[in-house]
């Protein structure tokens, strides 16, 4: 993998942004930031999905007439290990270069550390565990999902233990005490 993709993942961990798109920001912003070429889905007309292939962001709102508010955004690395897929857009790839198909959690981590940005280990959900495992920056709350162990629905899409599976934003001081909450 190249220097400049890490850099990538690196940079939104760090800041819990996609070239500065927050996940609150609207359509049309992160339209400004990640270019024009995206899948959009509506559901409902109160749910709205906008897929670059690696990078999604999702919004809502309470009805037709008011405008959409920012929910999240996540990177689904997992989809890069599809071989001959160039997931990461021309957006991406001119500023960070190829991207890698398998993502190693080990190698993001000590690249974060070595920037002091810890990474915590929270509970995985139930229907999860122990297939996967999710880290946390809390300054960030940024979550990183990586594969946990091999099993029946474990190692999708050719990756490996310890292969990040996907990275989102934002995961709230909230929804991390929930998970805590509920194993213990």
């Not at 670059?52 to 809502?60: A, R």
Request: with cysteine; net charge negative.
């Amino acid at each position: 993998m190249t220097p400049y993709s890490l850099a990538f993942y690196v940079d939104v961990v760090t800041t819990g942004t996609v070239l500065g798109a927050r996940p609150t920001d609207s359509p049309d912003r992160v339209t400004g930031v990640l270019g024009s070429d995206f899948g959009e889905h509506v559901f409902g007309g109160h749910h709205m999905c906008r897929d670059y292939g690696l990078t999604e962001f999702f919004w809502e709102r309470a009805s037709v007439d008011l405008p959409w508010s920012g929910r999240h955004f996540s990177l689904q690395v997992h989809r890069l290990a599809y071989q001959g897929c160039t997931l990461a857009d021309e957006t991406l790839r001119s500023r960070y270069g190829r991207f890698a198909p398998r993502l190693r959690f080990e190698k993001l981590q000590w690249l974060l550390e070595r920037r002091g940005v810890p990474l915590l280990e929270i509970p995985e959900s139930p229907a999860n565990a122990p297939y996967y495992r999710t880290f946390w920056q809390p300054d960030s709350q940024v979550a990183v999902s990586v594969i946990g162990t091999y099993g029946e629905y474990s190692t999708p899409d050719n990756l490996r233990v310890g292969d990040v599976y996907r990275i989102q934003a934002p995961m709230t001081v909230d929804e991390v005490e929930w998970r805590r909450a509920q194993v213990g």
